[in-house]
């Protein structure tokens, strides 16, 4: 058939060459603009939104007006951990503290998420955590940290755009988890990479 239109149509078959190639490059470029996206925070924070949340880690209903978003943060960074010697003998990791940058759905890096447990925007805004009695957790994913819901923590002030929020939520979250093989020594240290969305709520009163 190429031949035929060559040999008939010399440059209608060019266009039609031409117009193939077009076509292929922009198949090509969507597919890297959309594996792209994936890596950028607003990717991830948008599609937190349609998550199913375990109950284990939802917010109360707090009737009759119920719960307002205050921030929704992505975070990326490591869990710190270190080694513990165990009772009966040998070591285990225990977690130190998270280390992770935050960023907002305009893929712009906000602020800090550190030991405390803490979240840091700028020095007139933060808030530390601590968990429920009993604590508030779930398990999506064997492979990563558990989803939480978290509490401001007594005798800390949230300030700043977080002091009204009555609620933290860590969902989605990839990684982060201590290493399978126990540290060997006792001044072993180890960083694991996770990424988490965590929200930021306030009862309506």
């Not at 060019?14 to 193939?20: A, D, E, V, Y």
């Not at 080694?83 to 977690?95: D, F, N, P, R, T």
Request: with cysteine.
């Amino acid at each position: 058939m190429y031949k035929q239109l060559l040999r008939n149509q010399p440059f209608y078959f060019l266009r039609f060459l031409l117009s193939l190639a077009l076509i292929t490059a922009l198949i090509a470029s969507c597919k890297k603009d959309d594996a792209d996206d994936k890596d950028l925070p607003a990717y991830h924070i948008s599609k937190s939104e349609t998550l199913t949340i375990p109950v284990e880690v939802e917010l109360p209903d707090n009737p009759p007006s119920g719960n307002a978003r205050v921030a929704t943060y992505y975070a990326k960074g490591v869990q710190k951990y270190k080694a513990q010697l165990k009772a009966g003998g040998g070591y285990e990791w225990v977690l130190v503290a998270p280390h992770a940058d935050l960023f907002n759905s305009n893929n712009q890096k906000v602020g800090f998420h550190g030991a405390g447990p803490v979240w840091t925007i700028t020095s007139a805004d933060s808030i530390f955590a601590q968990h429920f009695a009993p604590a508030r957790t779930a398990t999506p994913d064997a492979n990563s940290i558990p989803w939480l819901l978290l509490m401001p923590k007594t005798g800390k002030t949230p300030t700043g755009i977080f002091a009204d929020v009555d609620y933290i939520q860590r969902i989605a979250t990839t990684g982060g988890k201590a290493p399978v093989t126990p540290p060997q020594t006792a001044t072993d240290t180890k960083d694991v990479f996770y990424t988490a969305i965590y929200r930021f709520s306030k009862r309506i009163i």
